[in-house]
């Protein structure tokens, strides 16, 4: 299981992009780096997923640079609904996932 | 679809009472995981399924039980309650294709031990 590493808490305002790095020094071969978000009194809800270069959907785009020690989920002109908790993680499928304590965005009007 | 469901939404027990977390998914998923959530903190797994009959342990699962009769129920047992295992407890469901994983998430229950 890779360990993965986000701040803890970033700040931002209605209509910014926001990137939110995580860190996965030991990520091994076979792992998919995806990340979930989640609303209070909510469970956790996929967001996006890839391997490596780029991933974009309706949602979000995902960088993933070659050595895949990083990736920076990218988040198009926030709104104050996109205040929520979001986690990266990094794993083969059908491991165990292994969340750690994500990174709380706080979208500001 | 109704996805994830999960009963009851809120439970109060007190202190060695038993009682059973149920957890449903309609969407076939041979995967299933029982997840706790404490306050401000991260999700960690106590149990996951691979298909029916066949669970394992996950980060925290002292004090829990699981069993996977069918694809699609998962329920979770607490034996004795305790204060500590006061907490949100989230059930998933996954889906795996190409080598990927998603995992589908309940809306959670509340779970207060007194």
């Known amino acids: 299981l890779a360990k993965t590493t986000q701040p803890i808490s970033m700040d931002s305002y209605e209509g910014q992009e926001v990137n939110i790095t995580c860190s996965h020094n030991?990520?091994?071969?076979?792992?998919?780096i995806t990340w979930y978000q989640q609303f209070p009194s909510q469970g956790p809800r996929f967001i996006i997923q890839?391997?490596?270069t780029k991933v974009t959907n309706e949602v979000a785009s995902l960088f993933i640079p070659a050595d895949r020690k990083s990736s920076t989920l990218s988040l198009p002109r926030v709104s104050l609904s996109d205040t929520a908790v979001y986690y990266c993680?990094?794993?083969?499928?059908?491991?165990?996932?292994?969340f750690g304590g994500g990174t709380r965005l706080m979208v500001k009007p | 679809n109704a996805g994830v469901t999960q009963t009851p939404k809120f439970q109060v027990l007190k202190t060695g009472q038993s009682m059973t977390l149920q957890c449903a998914q309609d969407?076939?998923?041979?995967?299933m995981s029982w997840y706790r959530q404490d306050p401000g903190m991260g999700l960690r797994l106590i149990h996951y399924?691979?298909?029916?009959?066949?669970?394992d342990q996950g980060e925290v699962p002292n004090g829990y039980n699981v069993s996977r009769s069918t694809t699609e129920d998962f329920p979770l047992r607490l034996l004795s309650a305790a204060p500590s295992q006061t907490s949100v407890y989230f059930c998933?469901?996954?889906?795996?294709?190409?080598?990927?994983?998603?995992?589908?998430f309940g809306p959670g229950t509340r779970l207060l031990v007194l």
């Open positions: 998933a469901s996954s889906i795996i294709a190409g080598g990927q994983e998603t995992q589908y």
């Open positions: 030991n990520i091994a071969t076979n792992d998919y």
């Open positions: 890839g391997y490596k």
């Open positions: 993680l990094g794993a083969n499928a059908g491991n165990m996932l292994t």
């Open positions: 969407m076939n998923h041979e995967y």
């Open positions: 399924s691979v298909g029916a009959g066949i669970t």
